[in-house]
């Protein structure tokens, strides 16, 4: 039987990929495609703060199966323009037509009336590179940065100062004070608080890992998410801020290393994050141990 592709059903499709992205993990024991945490933020955060109804997202998203398998999902994250390609390994040759499929759903227009398109390729995959250049896409100094950090080695204690808690959420605080947090972290308005819920209800979600320092005054001044993936032992980061007037005191540092210590209990062996072109950010990962896995590139292709 062939690969045969249609549209995803939100159920039971969701869960099916985010299988498939555990299991593709534990075939090439790197990132290749997103790790589960992104598939759960996207659907349950940031499709619902964009739309209040993730269904707008679901409707934009196909699937490729094989035998009743599922080998190949493309999506957009944020917003049509851009196209993420998760794949089976041995599938790679299905790239050119998933490629396509995006090309022609998700491409937006632009000022001048054509269309473009935004793909995203890790620095160390040479034939997406490869499909991407014969597909007239070119590669745009835009990059991520995906830092890699052993969890089998020893860590600092959590150190902040004095006055200064670090501890995970609890179900009786003040959702509202963690929503403010994460808001400053990232921009000048708080989470909304069923945006917040809704992050709550992910799969992959775990009070105990929700992890936020506490100010003197009560407030939330530096928050964090970890992820644990227990098939391969791997936890995750996403997001990770600090409230602008308690940056420069070392509250990152703490928040990262508390991330270690409850992963480590839970059994990972190895930590992830991922930071934009900020220096500051890679500043702070780079100064717990994480070193940089490898750099994502986005590529362009203005479409006639």
């Given at each position: 039987?062939?690969?045969?592709?249609?549209?995803?059903?939100?159920?039971?499709?969701f869960?099916?990929?985010?299988?498939f992205?555990i299991?593709t993990?534990?075939i090439?024991?790197?990132?290749?495609?997103?790790?589960f945490?992104?598939w759960?933020?996207?659907?349950?955060?940031?499709?619902?703060?964009?739309?209040?109804?993730?269904q707008?997202?679901?409707?934009d998203?196909?699937?490729?199966?094989?035998?009743?398998?599922?080998?190949?999902?493309?999506?957009y994250?944020?917003?049509?323009?851009?196209?993420?390609?998760q794949?089976?390994p041995?599938?790679?040759s299905?790239e050119?037509?998933?490629?396509a499929?995006a090309?022609?759903?998700?491409?937006?227009e632009?000022h001048?009336?054509k269309r473009?398109l935004?793909?995203r390729?890790?620095?160390y995959?040479?034939?997406?590179?490869?499909?991407l250049?014969q597909?007239g896409?070119?590669r745009?100094?835009?990059?991520?940065h995906?830092?890699?950090?052993s969890?089998?080695t020893?860590?600092?204690?959590?150190a902040v100062?004095?006055?200064?808690?670090?501890?995970?959420?609890?179900e009786?605080?003040?959702?509202?004070a963690?929503?403010l947090a994460?808001?400053?972290?990232?921009?000048d308005?708080?989470?909304?608080?069923?945006v917040?819920?809704s992050?709550q209800?992910a799969?992959?979600?775990?009070?105990?890992l929700?992890i936020v320092?506490?100010a003197?005054?009560?407030?939330?001044a530096?928050?964090?998410?970890?992820?644990y993936?227990?098939?391969n032992?791997?936890g995750?980061?996403?997001?990770?801020?600090?409230?602008p007037e308690?940056?420069?005191?070392?509250?990152?540092q703490?928040l990262m290393?508390e991330?270690f210590?409850r992963l480590q209990?839970?059994?990972a062996?190895?930590a992830?994050?991922?930071a934009g072109?900020?220096?500051?950010?890679?500043a702070?990962y780079?100064?717990v141990?994480?070193?940089?896995d490898?750099t994502?590139?986005?590529w362009?292709?203005?479409?006639?």
């Amino acid at each position: 039987m062939g690969v045969t592709s249609r549209k995803y059903q939100a159920d039971p499709d969701f869960q099916r990929v985010r299988d498939f992205l555990i299991e593709t993990y534990g075939i090439t024991q790197r990132p290749f495609n997103w790790f589960f945490d992104r598939w759960d933020y996207c659907r349950y955060f940031v499709a619902t703060m964009r739309d209040r109804d993730p269904q707008r997202w679901e409707n934009d998203i196909r699937v490729w199966e094989s035998d009743g398998e599922i080998v190949g999902v493309t999506s957009y994250e944020e917003a049509r323009g851009k196209a993420y390609l998760q794949i089976q390994p041995a599938q790679r040759s299905l790239e050119d037509e998933m490629m396509a499929w995006a090309e022609e759903n998700l491409a937006v227009e632009t000022h001048d009336g054509k269309r473009r398109l935004i793909v995203r390729a890790y620095d160390y995959d040479t034939l997406r590179h490869e499909m991407l250049e014969q597909r007239g896409y070119r590669r745009t100094e835009h990059l991520e940065h995906r830092y890699r950090r052993s969890l089998e080695t020893s860590f600092p204690e959590p150190a902040v100062p004095d006055g200064y808690v670090v501890r995970p959420l609890r179900e009786d605080d003040d959702l509202g004070a963690r929503c403010l947090a994460l808001g400053r972290a990232f921009r000048d308005t708080p989470v909304d608080l069923d945006v917040y819920r809704s992050l709550q209800s992910a799969p992959g979600y775990r009070l105990d890992l929700d992890i936020v320092i506490e100010a003197p005054d009560g407030s939330f001044a530096a928050v964090a998410i970890a992820w644990y993936d227990d098939v391969n032992r791997i936890g995750m980061f996403e997001p990770v801020g600090t409230v602008p007037e308690h940056q420069k005191k070392g509250l990152g540092q703490a928040l990262m290393h508390e991330g270690f210590r409850r992963l480590q209990e839970l059994g990972a062996t190895t930590a992830y994050v991922g930071a934009g072109p900020q220096p500051e950010a890679s500043a702070l990962y780079r100064s717990v141990g994480f070193d940089e896995d490898f750099t994502d590139h986005a590529w362009t292709r203005v479409l006639n």
